[in-house]
């Protein structure tokens, strides 16, 4: 989490983003200072400031004010953690390491949107939304990671070789809860967990010398333990030097890609 939040601190603006949704300013003076109505209430009268500089902006109207993750909590209804997964996607890709947080940062959206997902979740013992939202978990509902992704500048080739999409441009994981597996604090695979009796379970169909070219560890996901179905202390993946949710998912890291 603390990654994304200096990622996205360095990555955009305050003031372009209410630019690109239409707020209207004016300079004060030769400061980095402008003012405009308020999204967040209405007024007749400009009282919401926003110092381009410091990335922080404040309104005398109703006496709010914070950093661009604040107004997206405010002004969306959102929770800190949703915030930064929805600022996550704004931020154009530049690499595989990008892609796949662009992609679990879309999962995650999407969970909410699907009650069968969590319900998934709950029969698994898994029932605080604060915990879901740390680790990452997400939902693919198929048929549009695809169209969101490629807005985002990622092509068909990249999403193909990534293992995110298939020949035909679905999404690979469709109808699976996600679970991002990370190691010091990068991406380095995602495990889907179907609902269904067939293909219960699949992982990126990356070789290693897709990792290898791209830059992604993959040899010490080769290296984790099988574990068993049931439920194991969350602790367990810490250990391993390892963050990621295989407690939940009770699988073992593949040996060789899954067709």
Excluded at 60 to 81: A, K, M, P, T, W
Excluded at 254 to 259: A, C, H, K, T
Aim: proline share 6%; hydrophobic share 35%.
């Amino acid at each position: 989490m603390a990654e994304n939040l200096e990622h996205l601190k360095r990555s955009l603006s305050l003031l372009d983003y209410l630019r690109r949704s239409n707020w209207t300013a004016r300079r004060m003076g030769t400061t980095a200072e402008f003012v405009g109505l308020c999204p967040l209430h209405r007024e007749t009268r400009p009282s919401f400031y926003v110092n381009g500089r410091k990335n922080l902006f404040y309104c005398h109207g109703c006496g709010r004010g914070g950093d661009l993750i604040r107004f997206v909590e405010l002004s969306q209804g959102l929770s800190f953690r949703q915030s930064v997964a929805r600022l996550l996607q704004e931020i154009p890709p530049t690499g595989p390491g990008d892609v796949l947080e662009q992609a679990v940062a879309f999962y995650q959206l999407q969970l909410h949107r699907h009650s069968e997902a969590v319900r998934y979740l709950q029969q698994r013992g898994l029932r605080d939304p604060v915990l879901i939202q740390e680790l990452g978990i997400g939902y693919a509902p198929g048929g549009s990671l695809r169209r969101h992704l490629g807005d985002r500048g990622c092509s068909f080739d990249l999403l193909l070789r990534m293992g995110l999409i298939n020949d035909q441009g679905r999404d690979a994981f469709c109808r699976r809860v996600i679970f991002p597996c990370r190691q010091q604090s990068q991406i380095v695979n995602l495990y889907g967990r179907s609902r269904g009796p067939l293909r219960f379970f699949l992982w990126l169909l990356r070789s290693p010398a897709d990792h290898k070219n791209d830059g992604l560890p993959y040899g010490s996901l080769r290296q984790l333990p099988n574990l068993p179905r049931k439920y194991i202390p969350s602790t367990a993946p810490e250990r391993s030097g390892l963050q990621c949710t295989f407690w939940l998912v009770g699988e073992g890291a593949p040996s060789q890609r899954l067709g």
